[in-house]
């Protein structure tokens, strides 16, 4: 079972826009010592910690999507399920994915950080510290670093799926021993008693 578009995507583009936060500080330091003049130095860059905020926001979203999935596995016979795995052709598209788009969010930051100071980018060079190569060189090592980081995390969750699973499903079923049943669940439980867990567990997600 192949990882799904819509993670892949997802993935890409935390991995893309932290590698972009990563590349633009590392090119303003970079620069100071390898450039005789460092343009990242002329304007404030608020654009950071929009970058770093939207590359959390990611984050949580895929983190709570993750375990809707997990609570949703739980309350069902996951054995009959196929675990994802992240393939060549989809770890190729995600590097691939977000090193692009690291390279086009780099210099885009820079173009918004010089329209806030009112001091509008007018070449793609400034756009990237002073030089191209530099910059270029400096957000594909920063975007490959942090894609790594994101690819080993998720690749990490998806083999111990069937382990957070199970954990999830313990929890609910001692926090379903604390909860009053309801009648149609003792109504249930006496009629189906060997569907108590899955009932208790839809009913706590």
């Known amino acids: 079972m192949r990882v799904g578009f819509r ?6 583009l935390c991995a893309a826009v932290a590698g972009a936060a990563m590349a633009h500080f590392a090119i303003d330091v970079v620069g100071d010592y390898a450039l005789a003049h460092d343009t990242y130095d002329d304007v404030a860059h608020g654009s950071r910690e929009l970058a770093v905020g939207v590359a959390l926001l990611i984050a949580i979203v895929l983190a709570g999507r993750g375990l809707r999935i997990c609570c949703e596995i739980a309350a069902m016979n996951r054995t009959r399920l196929l675990r994802p795995a992240l393939g060549l052709r989809e770890t190729l598209g995600m590097f691939a994915g977000a090193v692009a788009a690291s390279a086009v969010i780099v210099p885009a930051m820079e173009y918004l950080d010089g ?5 509008p980018v007018r070449r793609l060079s400034d756009a990237f510290g002073g030089s191209i190569l530099l910059g270029l060189g400096t957000t594909l090592i920063c975007a490959v670093l942090v894609t790594l980081v994101v690819y080993a995390v998720a690749r ?6 069937d382990s957070i699973t199970t954990i999830i499903e313990t929890l609910l079923l001692r926090a379903g021993d604390a909860v009053c049943p309801s009648r149609y669940d003792l109504i249930a439980q006496l009629v189906t008693p ?8 839809l009913r706590l997600s």
């Open 7 to 12: 993670t892949l995507a997802s993935l890409a």
């Open 115 to 119: 329209q806030v100071a009112g001091e």
């Open 156 to 161: 990490w969750l998806i083999a111990h799926r």
């Open 194 to 201: 060997r569907r108590r867990r899955t009932a208790n567990a």
